[in-house]
């Protein structure tokens, strides 16, 4: 008997058998319904939220609030469907538009267009209140508030650092450093100076140099994380006084909204995503094969990194990982690719330690994975050399990829797990 499988490649479907009794496990989220209202489910959880009082008891007139937001690197979150319901509700406590400032958490990306604004938040936000953008390259915009207990100096905004109360919005997902995104992320790194971000992420380096990254600084892990820990003690100095994130469905909707005290609030909708999207198993398999789920997940190699490292998450070690990436786009961006360049994965890392970038540790990961298992791409005739030289095996169809994994594992008689949707399910090892 055989299973057929449809996986997600660019902009199209490869089509999958396998033999029913090799198939360890097939990973996929939760279904869940989407909010069906979302005006009535953002002012519901305002009103009924986790911690603290509702946020109509929290901001008075007089009040300067400040709004920290996400910038379009996380144009998933779709603030524009609901940061229009959020000012309503300022409003009606009293806060006028004119009291309000959204700050974009850039951390160290670019600054946004105006067109991006309008792309991020939608046109009524950027009509009703004031937009800044908080550059972390920026030193003169940014004012220290303290340090942490791990020595890394805490630079933050100055608008924030002045505002009289503090709301941070986003969205919350797996996060392969800081355990899960949102909450305090809004702070460090979206409102931070540079020095802080660099001192903050140093924590996902291992302590020993030469030995890569941190075992601790993963998806799904905050107990323990350095990082996690230190971004919290940021944003604990900050005070923000609510929080409003939203928590997604597999097909990208809106599953509900977390509102109220920043961290309290924040940790119910890890838990919602972890029920979402975190997939129990009970062993790991000796060959994984996963689809990012098409395009745009799967538009480049920094894309389709997080489905690296969610299969890698799935597969015994010294196993075999067969991942389905077009990369139509297999250069970009430069910040990422540029990292092949060091052959080496020790001189990836010592310049990684020299000045940390997002997209550098990646690389460094990507390599790290790729040395421990076999990690075989399908992808692009044309993207052969460059994956190569990325340290991974290509290949260019699934067939071609199927024989080497045979050959790496000695023959027919192996496990297999199928991850569909790798770039957003995340394996958790039961037991």
Same mark, same amino acid.
Request: with cysteine; net charge negative.
């Given at each position: ?36 209202? &979302?005006?009535? =489910? ?108 791990? $020595? ?18 986003? $969205? ?21 100076? !540079? ?40 944003? =604990? ?52 094969? $996963? ?10 190699? !920094? ?34 690719? $540029? ?47 460059? &994956? ?25 008689? !192996? ?17």
């Amino acid at each position: 008997m055989f299973t057929e499988f449809h996986l997600g490649y660019g902009s199209e479907e490869i089509k999958l058998s396998l033999p029913q009794q090799q198939i360890l496990h097939v990973i996929e989220g939760k279904h869940v319904e989407a909010v069906a209202d &979302i005006p009535a =489910a953002v002012k519901a959880a305002l009103a009924n939220p986790i911690g603290t009082p509702p946020l109509n008891q929290i901001v008075k007139t007089g009040d300067k609030v400040c709004l920290i937001a996400s910038d379009i690197t996380r144009a998933w979150v779709r603030h524009d469907l609901f940061l229009p319901p959020l000012l309503d509700e300022l409003n009606a406590a009293g806060v006028p538009d004119s009291d309000i400032t959204l700050v974009v958490a850039l951390g160290a990306h670019r600054h946004h267009t105006a067109e991006e604004n309008i792309t991020t938040y939608g046109q009524e936000v950027v009509e009703r209140i004031t937009i800044e953008q908080s550059h972390a390259p920026v030193a003169e915009d940014f004012v220290k508030i303290g340090t942490t207990s791990r $020595g890394v100096d805490s630079y933050i905004y100055k608008t924030v650092a002045q505002a009289d109360k503090v709301i941070l919005t986003g $969205g919350i997902a797996y996060h392969l450093m800081a355990g899960f995104g949102g909450g305090r992320k809004s702070i460090m790194p979206g409102i931070s100076g !540079y020095s802080s971000i660099q001192g903050n992420h140093s924590f996902c380096l291992h302590d020993t140099v030469g030995q890569g990254i941190s075992p601790h600084c993963i998806s799904g892990k905050l107990s323990g994380n350095n990082m996690h820990e230190d971004m919290t003690e940021m944003a =604990a100095m900050v005070g923000p006084a609510f929080l409003l994130n939203a928590v997604l469905t597999p097909a990208g909707k809106f599953a509900g909204f977390v509102a109220g005290h920043w961290h309290d609030a924040w940790l119910e909708g890890c838990r919602k995503v972890e029920d979402i999207f975190g997939v129990p198993i009970t062993a790991k398999a000796d060959l994984v094969i $996963g689809s990012a789920g098409g395009f745009p997940k799967d538009i480049n190699l !920094y894309q389709g990194s997080k489905t690296i490292d969610n299969a890698y998450m799935a597969v015994k070690e010294g196993g075999v990982i067969i991942l389905l990436l077009e990369c139509r786009d297999i250069k970009e961006p430069p910040d990422f690719s $540029g990292w092949f360049d060091f052959v080496s994965l020790q001189d990836r890392e010592l310049q990684l330690r020299k000045g940390f970038t997002v997209p550098g540790f990646i690389a460094l990961k990507c390599g790290l994975i790729a040395k421990q298992v076999s990690l075989i791409l399908v992808t692009l005739p044309q993207n052969k050399d460059f &994956i190569a030289k990325a340290g991974i095996i290509p290949a260019t169809s699934l067939e071609e990829a199927m024989a080497i994994a045979e050959q790496k594992l000695g023959g027919k008689d !192996y496990t297999i797990t199928v991850m569909p949707h790798a770039a957003n399910t995340v394996p958790v090892l039961k037991g």
